[in-house]
């Protein structure tokens, strides 16, 4: 496995592990060339899915690109449009994973009492975004507050499941 | 089929009523419409829990294709079945589907031998036409003429593209939707409520059901008796012998069917029928029992006047044609007055073939033709 790789699948089981606390069921589509990932959503009979449902981007990056106003993220310019579409039926976010530049301090672990994912992820919807058609890699900020984790994602399916926006 | 090949299948000229009309048929209740986006369509299990599906109203969404395989991997997960089947029932809402399905050892990679496979396409319009003569007037056994409706319908009906997963033959059956008055049926002068496909797709499962029951009684109990009262469900000396040639050299046969989601599946028939290796020679009896105590309806018979017996009264005789019946080499006698008769003396010296209409019964081991009628002379003596 080389480190793309790697940062794929480690963003999946970071993705993993919080939706799992938070009580969602992860599936994964092989119709992978739209720019998603896993979707989340309630577990339904016979292990199927169920509504609020949300589509996740996963980025992992081992880059320096936190700001103090967030996380300055290029993306590929089909990525991103792909992000912003309004024509989607399921909405859809982008969660970026830093991780440390050493792949051995990813996971951290204290013998008999945890184990732990490193360093921390964030997200946001892009819903609606303007096209920026002069930049072939548009960076995205993250806003510093939009950490993704257990509560957050609790939050984002309550507004979901109340129909609201992002 | 597999579930790229499904998805992309469902996603050309995507119809969102026909897939409604299938989810509405398969237990599912719209829970909520969002307008020109999608509607929230769930199915209760008591076991599994409750399912949710989202139908997208339009194919015009960028993610269209990744709900479409979520519907699909839902439908898949509920039904248990090929995902491959669900697409082609979802394709057709005005058919009901009628599959036979081979036992896998016998047609390896999903193929069977080019003698074995026309076999086959055979045996299925003998099951499906057997079904259809029983829609009409359940019997024992039908003759080889057919009455013309039964025969129609097999020039509506038609051949499915043959679907993997052992190897299964389909039959489409075209049939109109199930429209409603408010709550009630349409109830007009003159109006079928169950038009004639319909009721020889249910017939057909009918018949299954009371057939393999059936077998399961004789082989419990050595009494063939059972058989006598599943005539009136559709099971016949022909229906039998359609399934004995399916099963081949002895594999395992399974028969289900999909109803058309425009019109709804019948009341209590049973989807699934299951026929094992085993079941054959209970068949052949069954068969064989229906032939030798029915008499063959509007049976064909061409030949010669072989005999004549005089009966007391003049122009009254016995009159013994050797020829065919049934298209089976046969010697069948009748009794015949008048006309016929003198017909028959002519036939008996100038050795006319003549051919005739009537009911075939056998006694002992001869064969009478009852109600002998629709004479007619089929070739002049040549000498």
């Known amino acids: 496995m080389d480190l793309n790789q790697q940062k794929a699948q480690f963003s999946i089981a970071y993705a993993h592990a919080v939706a799992t606390v938070a009580g969602l069921k992860v599936f994964r589509c092989d119709v992978d060339d739209e720019s998603v990932d896993i979707t989340l959503g309630q577990s339904g009979g016979g292990g199927t899915i169920r509504s609020p449902r949300l589509d996740i981007q996963l980025k992992c990056t081992e880059r320096n690109v936190l700001r103090d106003d967030g996380i300055h993220f290029p993306l590929k310019r089909k990525n991103y449009d792909d992000l912003r579409d309004p024509q989607l039926m399921v909405p859809r976010i982008l969660v970026v994973l830093l991780v440390p530049a050493k792949l051995a301090a990813w996971l951290s672990e204290i013998p008999e009492r945890q184990l732990c994912m490193h360093r921390s992820a964030w997200w946001m919807s892009l819903n609606g975004a303007d096209e920026r058609p002069d930049v072939d890699t548009p960076t995205v900020v993250l806003p510093r507050a939009n950490v993704f984790n257990v509560d957050s994602l609790k939050e984002i399916m309550q507004s979901l499941g109340d129909r609201g926006q992002l | ?383």
């Open chain 2, 1 to 383: 089929m597999t579930a790229a090949v499904a998805i992309s299948e469902v996603a050309r000229g995507f119809k969102p009523l026909d897939v409604a009309s299938y989810l509405r048929l398969h237990g599912w209740a719209q829970q909520e419409l969002v307008p020109d986006k999608y509607a929230v369509w769930t199915k209760h299990d008591n076991v599994r829990g409750e399912f949710e599906v989202l139908l997208p109203l339009s194919s015009t969404f960028s993610d269209f294709l990744r709900r479409l395989r979520d519907l699909l991997d839902t439908l898949e997960a509920d039904e248990r079945r090929p995902v491959g089947e669900i697409v082609v029932d979802m394709a057709t809402p005005h058919s009901d589907i009628i599959r036979t399905r081979l036992a896998s050892e016998t047609s390896v990679d999903g193929t069977l031998s080019l003698e074995d496979g026309a076999d086959v396409f055979q045996r299925v319009r003998d099951l499906v036409l057997a079904a259809a003569c029983a829609a009409i007037t359940p019997r024992r056994v039908y003759a080889k003429r057919k009455p013309d409706r039964a025969m129609a319908y097999l020039r509506e009906a038609r051949i499915g593209q043959t679907e993997r997963g052992s190897y299964v033959v389909s039959v489409l059956s075209p049939v109109p939707p199930l429209l409603t008055a408010g709550a009630q049926p349409m109830l007009l002068p003159g109006w079928e409520e169950e038009p004639f496909s319909r009721r020889v797709v249910r017939t057909l499962a009918e018949a299954l059901s009371a057939t393999s029951e059936g077998v399961q009684s004789v082989a419990a109990s050595g009494s063939i008796e059972v058989f006598s009262s599943a005539v009136e469900k559709g099971v016949s000396a022909n229906l039998c012998e359609a399934i004995i040639g399916l099963s081949g050299e002895g594999r395992g046969l399974e028969f289900s069917f999909s109803w058309a989601p425009s019109r709804g599946a019948p009341d209590g028939v049973r989807e699934v029928h299951r026929f094992s290796a085993d079941s054959r020679p209970y068949l052949e009896e069954v068969s064989r029992y229906f032939r030798q105590t029915s008499e063959l309806e509007q049976v064909e018979v061409f030949g010669v006047v072989h005999k004549l017996e005089q009966m007391g009264a003049p122009n009254v005789g016995r009159v013994t044609i050797v020829g065919t019946a049934d298209g089976e080499r046969r010697s069948v006698f009748t009794e015949l007055d008048g006309e016929l008769h003198k017909l028959a003396i002519r036939s008996y010296e100038h050795r006319l073939t003549i051919a005739c209409i009537g009911e075939l019964v056998k006694e002992g081991k001869s064969y009478r033709l009852k109600n002998a009628r629709d004479f007619r002379v089929v070739e002049e003596d040549r000498d």
